[in-house]
Protein backbone atom coordinates (compact mmCIF):
# COMPACT_ATOMS: atom_id res chain seq x y z
CA UNK A 1 0.00 0.00 0.00
CA UNK A 2 1.33 3.37 -0.84
CA UNK A 3 2.10 6.18 1.69
CA UNK A 4 -0.77 9.41 1.45
CA UNK A 5 2.33 11.53 0.37
CA UNK A 6 3.15 8.58 -2.42
CA UNK A 7 -0.11 8.44 -3.45
CA UNK A 8 -0.07 12.46 -3.82
CA UNK A 9 3.03 12.30 -6.14
CA UNK A 10 1.49 9.69 -8.13
CA UNK A 11 -1.61 11.79 -8.71
CA UNK A 12 0.84 15.24 -9.54
CA UNK A 13 2.73 13.10 -12.30
CA UNK A 14 -0.50 11.26 -14.00
CA UNK A 15 -1.96 14.75 -14.54
CA UNK A 16 0.21 15.42 -16.80
CA UNK A 17 -0.48 12.47 -19.05
CA UNK A 18 -2.96 12.64 -21.80
CA UNK A 19 -4.07 10.36 -24.43
CA UNK A 20 -3.51 11.95 -27.45
CA UNK A 21 0.68 12.47 -26.86
CA UNK A 22 1.48 9.20 -24.65
CA UNK A 23 1.84 5.65 -26.40
CA UNK A 24 2.12 3.71 -23.22
CA UNK A 25 -0.48 2.07 -21.11
CA UNK A 26 -3.00 4.26 -19.50
CA UNK A 27 -2.49 4.42 -15.49
CA UNK A 28 -5.22 3.00 -13.77
CA UNK A 29 -7.57 5.72 -11.71
CA UNK A 30 -5.68 5.28 -8.32
CA UNK A 31 -2.65 3.52 -7.21
CA UNK A 32 -4.73 1.78 -4.66
CA UNK A 33 -5.35 -2.14 -5.46
CA UNK A 34 -8.41 -2.62 -3.78
CA UNK A 35 -10.51 0.19 -4.41
CA UNK A 36 -9.09 1.41 -8.16
CA UNK A 37 -8.34 -1.63 -9.79
CA UNK A 38 -7.04 -5.79 -9.57
CA UNK A 39 -8.53 -8.74 -9.42
CA UNK A 40 -10.37 -8.18 -5.90
CA UNK A 41 -12.46 -5.70 -7.17
CA UNK A 42 -13.29 -6.65 -10.27
CA UNK A 43 -14.14 -10.18 -8.82
CA UNK A 44 -16.46 -8.15 -6.18
CA UNK A 45 -18.05 -6.21 -8.59
CA UNK A 46 -18.98 -8.72 -10.91
CA UNK A 47 -20.59 -10.72 -8.59
CA UNK A 48 -23.17 -8.15 -7.99
CA UNK A 49 -22.59 -8.40 -4.48
CA UNK A 50 -24.66 -4.86 -4.05
CA UNK A 51 -27.23 -3.54 -6.16
CA UNK A 52 -25.21 -0.50 -7.04
CA UNK A 53 -21.20 -0.70 -7.47
CA UNK A 54 -20.32 2.23 -5.20
CA UNK A 55 -21.15 0.41 -2.28
CA UNK A 56 -18.38 -1.76 -2.07
CA UNK A 57 -15.81 0.61 -2.92
CA UNK A 58 -17.10 3.36 -0.20
CA UNK A 59 -16.21 0.56 1.96
CA UNK A 60 -13.60 1.23 4.89
CA UNK A 61 -10.82 -1.81 5.10
CA UNK A 62 -10.87 -3.73 8.44
CA UNK A 63 -6.59 -4.10 8.29
CA UNK A 64 -4.22 -3.04 4.94
CA UNK A 65 -4.64 -3.17 1.94
CA UNK A 66 -1.63 -6.00 1.69
CA UNK A 67 -3.48 -8.27 4.70
CA UNK A 68 -6.59 -7.49 2.60
CA UNK A 69 -5.12 -8.79 -0.98
CA UNK A 70 -3.34 -11.91 0.83
CA UNK A 71 -6.72 -13.28 2.64
CA UNK A 72 -8.10 -12.32 -0.68
CA UNK A 73 -5.61 -14.63 -2.56
CA UNK A 74 -6.05 -17.52 -0.11
CA UNK A 75 -9.81 -17.55 -0.65
CA UNK A 76 -9.43 -17.70 -4.73
CA UNK A 77 -7.19 -20.27 -3.56
CA UNK A 78 -9.12 -22.30 -1.44
CA UNK A 79 -12.02 -21.90 -3.85
CA UNK A 80 -9.76 -22.81 -7.24
CA UNK A 81 -10.17 -19.57 -8.23
CA UNK A 82 -14.04 -20.10 -8.41
CA UNK A 83 -15.74 -18.79 -5.01
CA UNK A 84 -19.15 -18.47 -4.73
CA UNK A 85 -21.98 -15.07 -4.11
CA UNK A 86 -21.71 -16.53 -0.34
CA UNK A 87 -18.50 -17.06 -0.35
CA UNK A 88 -17.71 -13.66 -1.70
CA UNK A 89 -19.86 -12.16 0.66
CA UNK A 90 -18.99 -13.73 3.51
CA UNK A 91 -15.21 -12.28 2.37
CA UNK A 92 -16.50 -8.60 2.30
CA UNK A 93 -18.40 -8.63 5.62
CA UNK A 94 -15.66 -10.11 7.60
CA UNK A 95 -12.51 -7.63 5.94
CA UNK A 96 -14.44 -4.49 5.15
CA UNK A 97 -16.68 -1.98 7.46
CA UNK A 98 -20.39 -0.90 5.81
CA UNK A 99 -20.19 2.66 3.41
CA UNK A 100 -20.41 5.52 5.39
CA UNK A 101 -18.63 4.28 8.63
CA UNK A 102 -15.96 7.38 7.96
CA UNK A 103 -18.47 10.14 9.23
CA UNK A 104 -19.77 11.00 12.80
CA UNK A 105 -22.43 12.61 13.94
CA UNK A 106 -22.38 16.46 13.14
CA UNK A 107 -24.44 19.65 13.91
CA UNK A 108 -22.98 22.32 12.25
CA UNK A 109 -22.75 25.04 14.65
CA UNK A 110 -23.59 27.53 12.39
CA UNK A 111 -27.03 26.90 11.57
CA UNK A 112 -29.60 29.08 13.13
CA UNK A 113 -33.37 29.40 12.84
CA UNK A 114 -35.28 31.95 10.42
CA UNK A 115 -31.98 33.22 8.35
CA UNK A 116 -32.61 36.48 6.64
CA UNK A 117 -33.46 35.41 2.98
CA UNK A 118 -36.83 34.34 4.11
CA UNK A 119 -37.93 37.85 4.76
CA UNK A 120 -37.96 38.09 1.37
CA UNK A 121 -40.31 35.34 0.13
CA UNK A 122 -44.24 36.62 0.80
CA UNK A 123 -45.88 33.49 0.43
CA UNK A 124 -46.42 32.34 3.37
CA UNK A 125 -46.71 28.49 1.91
CA UNK A 126 -43.14 28.64 -0.18
CA UNK A 127 -41.73 30.67 2.73
CA UNK A 128 -42.00 27.28 5.26
CA UNK A 129 -41.22 25.69 2.16
CA UNK A 130 -37.66 27.39 2.12
CA UNK A 131 -37.19 26.85 5.96
CA UNK A 132 -37.61 23.27 5.54
CA UNK A 133 -34.79 23.37 2.58
CA UNK A 134 -32.46 25.57 5.53
CA UNK A 135 -33.44 22.72 7.80
CA UNK A 136 -32.32 19.99 5.23
CA UNK A 137 -28.46 21.00 5.61
CA UNK A 138 -27.99 19.84 8.91
CA UNK A 139 -29.03 16.40 7.13
CA UNK A 140 -26.90 16.54 4.66
CA UNK A 141 -23.91 17.49 6.65
CA UNK A 142 -20.97 15.09 7.35
CA UNK A 143 -17.82 14.47 9.55
CA UNK A 144 -15.01 12.48 9.54
CA UNK A 145 -13.41 10.48 11.83
CA UNK A 146 -10.44 11.50 13.37
CA UNK A 147 -9.51 7.76 12.14
CA UNK A 148 -9.90 8.70 8.71
CA UNK A 149 -6.86 10.82 9.35
CA UNK A 150 -5.17 8.64 11.34
CA UNK A 151 -5.20 5.82 8.90
CA UNK A 152 -6.33 7.44 5.69
CA UNK A 153 -4.89 4.24 3.95
CA UNK A 154 -7.68 1.87 5.56
CA UNK A 155 -10.30 4.15 3.26
CA UNK A 156 -11.41 4.91 0.00
CA UNK A 157 -12.83 8.76 1.41
CA UNK A 158 -10.01 11.70 0.63
CA UNK A 159 -9.49 12.96 4.50
CA UNK A 160 -10.42 16.91 4.51
CA UNK A 161 -10.18 18.89 8.02
CA UNK A 162 -13.56 20.54 7.92
CA UNK A 163 -17.33 19.02 7.73
CA UNK A 164 -19.02 18.89 4.69
CA UNK A 165 -22.02 19.02 3.13
CA UNK A 166 -22.74 16.22 0.66
CA UNK A 167 -25.59 16.09 -2.03
CA UNK A 168 -27.59 13.22 -0.39
CA UNK A 169 -28.20 9.62 -1.35
CA UNK A 170 -25.21 7.70 -3.08
CA UNK A 171 -23.15 10.62 -2.80
CA UNK A 172 -21.88 10.42 0.60
CA UNK A 173 -18.98 12.93 0.26
CA UNK A 174 -18.07 15.63 -1.71
CA UNK A 175 -18.58 15.90 -5.19
CA UNK A 176 -17.08 19.24 -6.89
CA UNK A 177 -19.40 20.98 -9.26
CA UNK A 178 -22.79 20.39 -7.44
CA UNK A 179 -20.48 22.66 -4.65
CA UNK A 180 -21.53 25.60 -6.12
CA UNK A 181 -25.41 25.33 -6.06
CA UNK A 182 -25.03 23.85 -2.13
CA UNK A 183 -22.84 26.95 -1.42
CA UNK A 184 -25.36 29.13 -2.82
CA UNK A 185 -28.19 27.87 -0.26
CA UNK A 186 -25.99 28.03 2.51
CA UNK A 187 -24.47 31.39 1.91
CA UNK A 188 -28.63 32.25 1.86
CA UNK A 189 -28.26 30.16 5.28
CA UNK A 190 -25.86 32.31 6.76
CA UNK A 191 -23.36 29.34 7.10
CA UNK A 192 -20.65 31.21 6.66
CA UNK A 193 -18.16 29.01 8.82
CA UNK A 194 -19.50 25.61 6.94
CA UNK A 195 -18.87 27.25 3.57
CA UNK A 196 -15.38 28.40 4.69
CA UNK A 197 -14.66 25.00 5.51
CA UNK A 198 -15.53 24.03 2.64
CA UNK A 199 -13.73 26.34 0.57
CA UNK A 200 -10.41 25.99 2.75
CA UNK A 201 -11.19 21.80 2.26
CA UNK A 202 -11.54 22.39 -1.65
CA UNK A 203 -7.71 24.43 -1.07
CA UNK A 204 -6.48 22.15 0.35
CA UNK A 205 -6.93 19.66 -2.25
CA UNK A 206 -5.43 21.99 -4.76
CA UNK A 207 -2.35 22.00 -2.49
CA UNK A 208 -1.76 17.95 -2.30
CA UNK A 209 -3.18 17.23 -5.95
CA UNK A 210 -2.78 20.02 -8.28
CA UNK A 211 -6.66 20.03 -8.97
CA UNK A 212 -9.96 19.00 -7.56
CA UNK A 213 -11.10 15.63 -8.10
CA UNK A 214 -14.99 14.72 -10.01
CA UNK A 215 -15.51 13.92 -5.94
CA UNK A 216 -13.70 12.98 -2.43
CA UNK A 217 -12.83 9.70 -2.94
CA UNK A 218 -9.69 8.39 -4.36
CA UNK A 219 -11.01 6.55 -7.09
CA UNK A 220 -11.57 9.89 -8.86
CA UNK A 221 -8.28 10.91 -8.69
CA UNK A 222 -7.94 10.96 -12.33
CA UNK A 223 -10.50 13.24 -13.16
CA UNK A 224 -12.23 16.39 -12.65
CA UNK A 225 -15.58 17.85 -12.97
CA UNK A 226 -16.58 21.63 -14.04
CA UNK A 227 -13.74 23.85 -12.77
CA UNK A 228 -16.05 26.23 -9.94
CA UNK A 229 -14.25 26.98 -7.47
CA UNK A 230 -13.06 30.39 -8.49
CA UNK A 231 -16.78 30.82 -8.48
CA UNK A 232 -17.78 29.71 -5.64
CA UNK A 233 -14.91 31.84 -3.26
CA UNK A 234 -16.78 34.78 -5.63
CA UNK A 235 -20.14 34.06 -3.75
CA UNK A 236 -18.45 33.95 -0.34
CA UNK A 237 -16.79 37.23 -0.66
CA UNK A 238 -19.94 38.47 -2.06
CA UNK A 239 -21.45 37.81 0.93
CA UNK A 240 -18.54 37.83 3.48
CA UNK A 241 -16.01 40.17 2.17
CA UNK A 242 -13.21 37.97 3.83
CA UNK A 243 -10.43 39.10 1.68
CA UNK A 244 -7.97 37.94 3.94
CA UNK A 245 -9.26 34.26 2.85
CA UNK A 246 -8.75 35.66 -0.65
CA UNK A 247 -5.57 36.44 0.06
CA UNK A 248 -4.24 33.59 1.49
CA UNK A 249 -5.65 31.00 -0.97
CA UNK A 250 -5.07 33.30 -4.54
CA UNK A 251 -2.23 31.14 -5.17
CA UNK A 252 -3.77 28.01 -5.17
CA UNK A 253 -7.02 29.22 -7.11
CA UNK A 254 -4.84 30.01 -9.96
CA UNK A 255 -2.89 26.80 -9.31
CA UNK A 256 -6.31 25.24 -10.23
CA UNK A 257 -6.83 27.27 -12.73
CA UNK A 258 -3.43 26.35 -14.57
CA UNK A 259 -4.05 22.59 -14.04
CA UNK A 260 -7.08 23.45 -16.67
CA UNK A 261 -4.77 25.20 -18.71
CA UNK A 262 -1.53 22.86 -18.96
CA UNK A 263 -4.11 19.10 -19.64
CA UNK A 264 -7.25 19.97 -20.69
CA UNK A 265 -6.73 23.00 -23.75
CA UNK A 266 -7.13 22.05 -27.13
CA UNK A 267 -6.15 24.56 -30.46
CA UNK A 268 -8.98 25.01 -32.91
CA UNK A 269 -7.77 27.32 -36.32
CA UNK A 270 -10.48 29.31 -37.95
CA UNK A 271 -9.94 31.89 -40.61
CA UNK A 272 -6.42 31.69 -40.35
CA UNK A 273 -5.91 32.23 -37.16
CA UNK A 274 -5.47 29.46 -33.83
CA UNK A 275 -7.99 29.73 -30.92
CA UNK A 276 -7.25 27.79 -27.52
CA UNK A 277 -10.54 26.05 -25.77
CA UNK A 278 -10.86 23.55 -23.20
CA UNK A 279 -12.05 20.04 -23.55
CA UNK A 280 -12.51 16.99 -20.24
CA UNK A 281 -10.52 14.36 -20.68
CA UNK A 282 -9.90 11.23 -18.33
CA UNK A 283 -6.64 9.88 -19.01
CA UNK A 284 -6.94 6.61 -16.83
CA UNK A 285 -7.42 2.77 -17.53
CA UNK A 286 -10.02 0.28 -16.44
CA UNK A 287 -14.07 0.81 -15.82
CA UNK A 288 -14.90 3.55 -13.03
CA UNK A 289 -14.51 1.81 -9.61
CA UNK A 290 -17.89 3.48 -8.40
CA UNK A 291 -20.05 1.89 -11.54
CA UNK A 292 -17.61 -1.00 -12.24
CA UNK A 293 -20.13 -3.73 -12.95
CA UNK A 294 -21.67 -1.45 -15.16
CA UNK A 295 -18.87 -0.69 -17.16
CA UNK A 296 -17.64 -3.85 -17.86
CA UNK A 297 -21.09 -4.53 -19.35
CA UNK A 298 -21.59 -1.92 -21.59
CA UNK A 299 -18.32 -2.54 -22.60
CA UNK A 300 -18.77 -6.09 -23.56
CA UNK A 301 -19.39 -4.96 -27.34
CA UNK A 302 -16.13 -3.12 -27.61
CA UNK A 303 -13.50 -4.28 -29.39
CA UNK A 304 -10.63 -5.47 -26.60
CA UNK A 305 -8.36 -3.65 -27.66
CA UNK A 306 -10.41 -0.47 -27.58
CA UNK A 307 -11.99 -0.76 -24.09
CA UNK A 308 -9.38 1.18 -22.20
CA UNK A 309 -9.85 3.74 -24.68
CA UNK A 310 -13.90 3.20 -24.56
CA UNK A 311 -14.07 3.12 -20.29
CA UNK A 312 -11.52 6.65 -20.39
CA UNK A 313 -14.50 8.23 -22.32
CA UNK A 314 -16.86 7.26 -19.72
CA UNK A 315 -14.68 8.34 -16.74
CA UNK A 316 -14.45 11.68 -19.07
CA UNK A 317 -18.28 12.15 -19.73
CA UNK A 318 -18.19 11.93 -15.38
CA UNK A 319 -15.86 14.78 -15.69
CA UNK A 320 -17.93 16.35 -17.66
CA UNK A 321 -20.93 16.30 -14.68
CA UNK A 322 -23.63 15.07 -17.99
CA UNK A 323 -22.95 11.27 -17.14
CA UNK A 324 -24.87 9.76 -19.59
CA UNK A 325 -25.91 11.92 -22.67
CA UNK A 326 -26.65 12.02 -26.22
CA UNK A 327 -24.39 15.43 -25.98
CA UNK A 328 -21.55 13.14 -26.09
CA UNK A 329 -21.90 10.63 -28.52
CA UNK A 330 -20.53 11.28 -32.37
CA UNK A 331 -21.80 8.40 -34.47
CA UNK A 332 -20.21 7.59 -37.85
CA UNK A 333 -22.35 9.47 -39.61
CA UNK A 334 -21.25 12.61 -37.29
CA UNK A 335 -24.30 13.02 -35.68
CA UNK A 336 -25.15 12.49 -31.63
CA UNK A 337 -27.30 9.48 -32.46
CA UNK A 338 -26.41 5.97 -31.62
CA UNK A 339 -25.52 4.71 -28.02
CA UNK A 340 -22.88 4.41 -25.25
CA UNK A 341 -20.57 2.52 -27.80
CA UNK A 342 -20.83 6.10 -29.80
CA UNK A 343 -19.35 7.97 -26.71
CA UNK A 344 -16.74 10.71 -27.85
CA UNK A 345 -16.82 12.91 -25.42
CA UNK A 346 -13.22 13.86 -25.60
CA UNK A 347 -13.38 15.27 -29.04
CA UNK A 348 -16.17 17.33 -28.18
CA UNK A 349 -15.13 21.41 -27.05
CA UNK A 350 -18.40 22.16 -24.83
CA UNK A 351 -19.94 25.34 -24.38
CA UNK A 352 -20.05 25.18 -20.80
CA UNK A 353 -16.71 23.99 -19.80
CA UNK A 354 -15.42 27.48 -21.77
CA UNK A 355 -17.91 29.71 -20.48
CA UNK A 356 -16.67 28.83 -17.11
CA UNK A 357 -12.89 29.08 -17.86
CA UNK A 358 -13.82 32.17 -19.07
CA UNK A 359 -15.42 33.30 -15.88
CA UNK A 360 -12.58 32.06 -14.09
CA UNK A 361 -10.09 33.84 -15.72
CA UNK A 362 -12.27 37.23 -15.37
CA UNK A 363 -12.62 36.56 -11.69
CA UNK A 364 -8.70 35.68 -11.22
CA UNK A 365 -8.42 39.54 -12.64
CA UNK A 366 -11.28 40.62 -10.47
CA UNK A 367 -9.47 39.23 -7.39
CA UNK A 368 -6.07 40.24 -7.94
CA UNK A 369 -7.45 43.99 -8.90
CA UNK A 370 -8.98 43.47 -5.23
CA UNK A 371 -5.48 42.81 -3.95
CA UNK A 372 -3.52 45.53 -5.75
CA UNK A 373 -1.63 43.23 -7.77
CA UNK A 374 -2.12 45.19 -11.17
CA UNK A 375 0.52 42.61 -13.19
CA UNK A 376 -1.37 39.94 -12.28
CA UNK A 377 -5.03 41.24 -12.86
CA UNK A 378 -3.97 42.60 -16.14
CA UNK A 379 -2.59 39.37 -17.11
CA UNK A 380 -5.82 37.28 -16.47
CA UNK A 381 -7.74 39.99 -18.06
CA UNK A 382 -6.39 39.26 -21.27
CA UNK A 383 -6.53 35.58 -20.77
CA UNK A 384 -10.63 35.86 -20.33
CA UNK A 385 -10.76 38.46 -23.20
CA UNK A 386 -8.79 36.35 -25.58
CA UNK A 387 -11.24 32.90 -23.96
CA UNK A 388 -13.78 35.50 -24.63
CA UNK A 389 -13.42 36.12 -28.34
CA UNK A 390 -12.34 32.02 -28.74
CA UNK A 391 -16.15 30.77 -27.43
CA UNK A 392 -17.77 33.67 -30.00
CA UNK A 393 -15.63 32.81 -33.00
CA UNK A 394 -15.50 29.04 -32.99
CA UNK A 395 -18.53 27.99 -30.95
CA UNK A 396 -21.47 31.03 -31.58
CA UNK A 397 -23.73 29.92 -34.66
CA UNK A 398 -25.40 32.94 -35.94
CA UNK A 399 -27.72 30.89 -37.92
CA UNK A 400 -29.05 28.61 -35.07
CA UNK A 401 -28.92 31.50 -32.74
CA UNK A 402 -26.45 29.98 -29.55
CA UNK A 403 -23.09 28.53 -28.94
CA UNK A 404 -22.92 25.32 -29.77
CA UNK A 405 -19.98 22.45 -29.13
CA UNK A 406 -17.50 21.85 -31.69
CA UNK A 407 -17.33 18.26 -33.03
CA UNK A 408 -13.18 17.44 -33.77
CA UNK A 409 -13.23 14.26 -35.20
CA UNK A 410 -15.50 15.92 -37.98
CA UNK A 411 -14.81 19.79 -37.32
CA UNK A 412 -17.96 21.54 -36.80
CA UNK A 413 -20.27 22.66 -34.62
CA UNK A 414 -23.13 20.70 -33.14
CA UNK A 415 -26.59 21.67 -33.74
CA UNK A 416 -28.13 19.99 -30.84
CA UNK A 417 -30.51 21.63 -28.09
CA UNK A 418 -28.80 21.58 -24.69
CA UNK A 419 -29.41 24.10 -22.05
CA UNK A 420 -25.51 24.29 -22.04
CA UNK A 421 -25.51 26.04 -25.46
CA UNK A 422 -26.45 29.03 -23.22
CA UNK A 423 -24.30 29.00 -20.81
CA UNK A 424 -22.26 31.96 -22.24
CA UNK A 425 -25.11 34.53 -20.93
CA UNK A 426 -24.71 33.00 -17.01
CA UNK A 427 -21.11 33.78 -17.27
CA UNK A 428 -21.55 37.17 -19.32
CA UNK A 429 -18.57 35.59 -22.12
CA UNK A 430 -19.92 37.75 -24.97
CA UNK A 431 -19.06 41.25 -26.05
CA UNK A 432 -20.94 43.84 -24.47
CA UNK A 433 -21.66 45.62 -27.33
CA UNK A 434 -23.46 43.12 -29.15
CA UNK A 435 -25.43 42.10 -25.74
CA UNK A 436 -28.78 42.98 -28.00
CA UNK A 437 -27.93 40.94 -30.60
CA UNK A 438 -26.95 37.87 -28.78
CA UNK A 439 -29.97 38.29 -26.33
CA UNK A 440 -32.58 38.63 -29.09
CA UNK A 441 -30.30 35.90 -31.02
CA UNK A 442 -30.86 33.38 -27.75
CA UNK A 443 -34.33 33.70 -27.43
CA UNK A 444 -35.42 33.53 -30.38
CA UNK A 445 -33.32 30.31 -30.29
CA UNK A 446 -35.60 28.78 -27.19
CA UNK A 447 -38.68 29.86 -28.75
CA UNK A 448 -37.68 27.69 -32.05
CA UNK A 449 -36.31 24.46 -29.93
CA UNK A 450 -40.03 24.21 -28.42
CA UNK A 451 -38.85 23.28 -25.24
CA UNK A 452 -40.62 26.33 -23.38
CA UNK A 453 -43.56 24.69 -24.00
CA UNK A 454 -42.18 21.82 -20.69
CA UNK A 455 -44.31 22.45 -17.78
CA UNK A 456 -41.84 20.24 -15.10
CA UNK A 457 -39.00 22.60 -16.03
CA UNK A 458 -36.09 22.66 -19.93
CA UNK A 459 -35.44 19.27 -20.63
CA UNK A 460 -31.30 18.50 -20.81
CA UNK A 461 -32.15 17.60 -24.28
CA UNK A 462 -34.68 16.50 -27.17
CA UNK A 463 -33.28 13.24 -27.64
CA UNK A 464 -35.41 10.20 -25.85
CA UNK A 465 -32.49 7.87 -24.87
CA UNK A 466 -33.15 6.83 -21.73
CA UNK A 467 -29.56 8.61 -20.69
CA UNK A 468 -30.38 10.91 -17.47
CA UNK A 469 -28.84 13.51 -19.09
CA UNK A 470 -31.24 13.25 -22.18
CA UNK A 471 -35.28 14.11 -22.22
CA UNK A 472 -37.25 14.49 -20.12
CA UNK A 473 -35.30 15.40 -17.33
CA UNK A 474 -34.54 18.47 -16.15
CA UNK A 475 -31.74 18.90 -14.07
CA UNK A 476 -31.50 21.95 -11.36
CA UNK A 477 -28.07 23.23 -12.12
CA UNK A 478 -29.28 23.45 -15.44
CA UNK A 479 -32.55 25.56 -14.62
CA UNK A 480 -30.09 27.75 -12.49
CA UNK A 481 -27.39 28.30 -15.83
CA UNK A 482 -30.52 29.66 -18.02
CA UNK A 483 -32.59 31.35 -15.70
CA UNK A 484 -29.64 33.60 -14.46
CA UNK A 485 -28.59 33.88 -17.59
CA UNK A 486 -31.15 35.35 -18.61
CA UNK A 487 -31.85 37.45 -15.82
CA UNK A 488 -28.40 38.72 -16.14
CA UNK A 489 -29.07 40.06 -19.92
CA UNK A 490 -30.68 43.81 -19.08
CA UNK A 491 -33.22 42.95 -21.38
CA UNK A 492 -37.35 43.25 -20.49
CA UNK A 493 -37.90 39.78 -22.38
CA UNK A 494 -35.39 38.23 -21.34
CA UNK A 495 -35.76 38.96 -17.76
CA UNK A 496 -39.50 38.33 -18.41
CA UNK A 497 -39.01 34.33 -19.42
CA UNK A 498 -35.90 33.59 -16.71
CA UNK A 499 -38.66 35.39 -14.15
CA UNK A 500 -41.56 32.59 -15.85
CA UNK A 501 -39.00 29.68 -15.87
CA UNK A 502 -38.34 30.24 -12.33
CA UNK A 503 -41.85 30.29 -11.41
CA UNK A 504 -42.34 27.01 -13.33
CA UNK A 505 -39.58 24.96 -11.52
CA UNK A 506 -40.16 26.46 -8.20
CA UNK A 507 -43.83 25.19 -8.61
CA UNK A 508 -42.50 22.22 -9.85
CA UNK A 509 -40.30 21.23 -7.04
CA UNK A 510 -42.58 22.30 -4.69
CA UNK A 511 -46.00 20.38 -5.50
CA UNK A 512 -42.99 17.49 -5.54
CA UNK A 513 -42.21 18.57 -2.29
CA UNK A 514 -45.82 18.48 -0.84
CA UNK A 515 -46.13 14.98 -2.53
CA UNK A 516 -43.22 13.13 -1.33
CA UNK A 517 -41.80 15.66 1.37
CA UNK A 518 -38.50 14.96 -0.61
CA UNK A 519 -36.12 16.94 -2.82
CA UNK A 520 -34.69 14.95 -5.80
CA UNK A 521 -31.66 15.27 -8.06
CA UNK A 522 -33.50 15.38 -10.95
CA UNK A 523 -36.85 16.20 -12.05
CA UNK A 524 -39.39 15.71 -14.83
CA UNK A 525 -39.53 18.23 -17.78
CA UNK A 526 -43.23 17.24 -19.32
CA UNK A 527 -44.84 16.59 -15.62
CA UNK A 528 -44.78 19.48 -12.97
CA UNK A 529 -44.18 17.68 -9.60
CA UNK A 530 -42.78 14.76 -11.66
CA UNK A 531 -39.04 13.39 -10.50
CA UNK A 532 -36.73 12.29 -13.22
CA UNK A 533 -35.64 8.79 -14.22
CA UNK A 534 -33.14 6.71 -16.33
CA UNK A 535 -29.48 6.38 -15.83
CA UNK A 536 -27.66 3.83 -13.77
CA UNK A 537 -29.06 4.51 -10.41
CA UNK A 538 -32.15 5.11 -8.84
CA UNK A 539 -33.22 8.82 -7.98
CA UNK A 540 -31.59 10.13 -5.20
CA UNK A 541 -33.05 11.88 -2.23
CA UNK A 542 -31.45 15.01 -0.64
CA UNK A 543 -30.52 16.60 -2.12
CA UNK A 544 -27.74 19.50 -2.17
CA UNK A 545 -27.95 21.07 -5.62
CA UNK A 546 -31.81 21.10 -5.91
CA UNK A 547 -32.33 23.05 -2.17
CA UNK A 548 -29.46 25.35 -3.33
CA UNK A 549 -31.08 26.52 -6.84
CA UNK A 550 -34.28 26.24 -5.28
CA UNK A 551 -33.47 29.00 -2.23
CA UNK A 552 -31.33 31.34 -4.88
CA UNK A 553 -34.55 31.34 -6.98
CA UNK A 554 -36.99 32.29 -4.29
CA UNK A 555 -34.56 34.82 -2.95
CA UNK A 556 -34.54 36.47 -6.41
CA UNK A 557 -38.30 35.92 -7.04
CA UNK A 558 -39.41 35.71 -3.98
CA UNK A 559 -41.59 38.60 -3.95
CA UNK A 560 -43.51 37.67 -6.67
CA UNK A 561 -43.46 33.81 -7.27
CA UNK A 562 -46.81 32.38 -5.05
CA UNK A 563 -47.92 28.78 -4.26
CA UNK A 564 -50.66 27.55 -5.93
CA UNK A 565 -53.39 24.74 -5.47
CA UNK A 566 -51.82 21.96 -7.89
CA UNK A 567 -54.89 19.65 -7.24
CA UNK A 568 -57.88 22.39 -8.76
CA UNK A 569 -55.39 23.36 -11.41
CA UNK A 570 -55.12 21.51 -14.98
CA UNK A 571 -51.71 20.67 -16.08
CA UNK A 572 -52.00 23.18 -19.36
CA UNK A 573 -50.45 26.38 -20.17
CA UNK A 574 -52.69 29.06 -19.33
CA UNK A 575 -53.16 31.92 -21.63
CA UNK A 576 -51.30 35.06 -20.96
CA UNK A 577 -50.33 38.42 -22.70
CA UNK A 578 -48.60 38.27 -25.12
CA UNK A 579 -45.61 40.60 -23.02
CA UNK A 580 -44.51 36.83 -21.86
CA UNK A 581 -41.96 35.28 -23.53
CA UNK A 582 -43.03 31.86 -22.21
CA UNK A 583 -46.89 32.56 -23.30
CA UNK A 584 -45.92 34.03 -26.40
CA UNK A 585 -44.42 30.79 -27.96
CA UNK A 586 -46.92 28.38 -25.98
CA UNK A 587 -49.63 30.97 -28.10
CA UNK A 588 -47.59 30.70 -31.24
CA UNK A 589 -47.51 27.04 -31.27
CA UNK A 590 -51.01 26.61 -30.10
CA UNK A 591 -52.93 25.02 -27.30
CA UNK A 592 -53.37 21.69 -29.57
CA UNK A 593 -49.86 21.00 -30.00
CA UNK A 594 -49.46 21.72 -26.19
CA UNK A 595 -52.04 18.92 -25.59
CA UNK A 596 -50.01 16.52 -28.41
CA UNK A 597 -46.86 17.30 -26.61
CA UNK A 598 -48.45 16.19 -23.30
CA UNK A 599 -49.11 13.13 -24.74
CA UNK A 600 -46.79 12.21 -26.40
CA UNK A 601 -44.59 12.67 -23.48
CA UNK A 602 -46.60 10.68 -21.48
CA UNK A 603 -46.13 7.68 -24.49
CA UNK A 604 -42.34 8.53 -24.30
CA UNK A 605 -42.21 7.91 -20.76
CA UNK A 606 -43.47 4.61 -20.49
CA UNK A 607 -41.09 3.46 -22.84
CA UNK A 608 -37.95 4.83 -21.09
CA UNK A 609 -37.29 2.12 -18.87
CA UNK A 610 -37.13 -0.40 -21.57
CA UNK A 611 -35.38 1.78 -23.83
CA UNK A 612 -32.44 2.11 -21.02
CA UNK A 613 -32.94 -1.65 -20.79
CA UNK A 614 -32.54 -2.53 -25.02
CA UNK A 615 -29.53 0.30 -24.98
CA UNK A 616 -27.42 -1.34 -22.29
CA UNK A 617 -27.75 -5.12 -23.47
CA UNK A 618 -28.04 -4.62 -27.00
CA UNK A 619 -25.69 -4.71 -29.92
CA UNK A 620 -24.46 -1.39 -31.12
CA UNK A 621 -27.13 -0.73 -34.21
CA UNK A 622 -26.85 1.07 -37.73
CA UNK A 623 -27.06 5.06 -37.47
CA UNK A 624 -30.75 4.95 -38.92
CA UNK A 625 -31.71 3.16 -36.17
CA UNK A 626 -31.01 5.09 -33.34
CA UNK A 627 -32.40 2.59 -30.30
CA UNK A 628 -33.63 -0.76 -30.99
CA UNK A 629 -37.28 -0.54 -31.82
CA UNK A 630 -39.62 -1.18 -28.64
CA UNK A 631 -43.23 -2.13 -28.81
CA UNK A 632 -45.26 1.02 -28.95
CA UNK A 633 -42.30 3.26 -28.86
CA UNK A 634 -41.15 5.19 -32.20
Known amino acids: ?311 SQLKTAAESGWDFSTRWFISDSGNNHGNLTNIQVKSIVPVDLNAIIYWNANLLSKFYKLLNKTKEAESYAKISNEWMEAVNEVLWHPVAGAWLDYDLINNKKRDYFYPSNLAPLWTNCYPKDKRQYYVESTLKYLEKSQVLVNLGGIPSSLEHSGEQWDYPNAWPPLQHIVIMGLANTNNSAAEQLAFELAERWVHSNHKAYEETHAMFEKYDATVVGGHGGGGEYEVQLGFGWSNGVIMDLLYKYGDRIVSKNYLEEMPTVKPTTTNSAVAYTTNHFGPIFTFLLAIGATITASCIGAVVYAKRHSMPRPDKSKYMKIPGCS
Open 1 to 311: MLSNSATQLFTLLLVQITLVTSQRAMPPSCPNHVYCYGKLLHTIQMASIFPDSKTFVDMKMKQNATQTLQIFANLMEKTEQKPTVDELKQFVTENFEPAGSEFERWDPTDWHKQPKFLQKINDRTLRQWANDLHGLWKKLGRKMKPDVANNSHLYSIIPVENPVIVPGGRFREFYYWDSYWIVRGLLLSEMFDTVKGMLTNFVSIVSRYGFIPNGGRVYYLMRSQPPLLIPMVDSYLEFTHDFEFLEKNIKLLEKEFLFWMRNRTVDITKNDKVYKLCRYQDSSSGPRPESYREDVLTAQYVREQDKDGFY
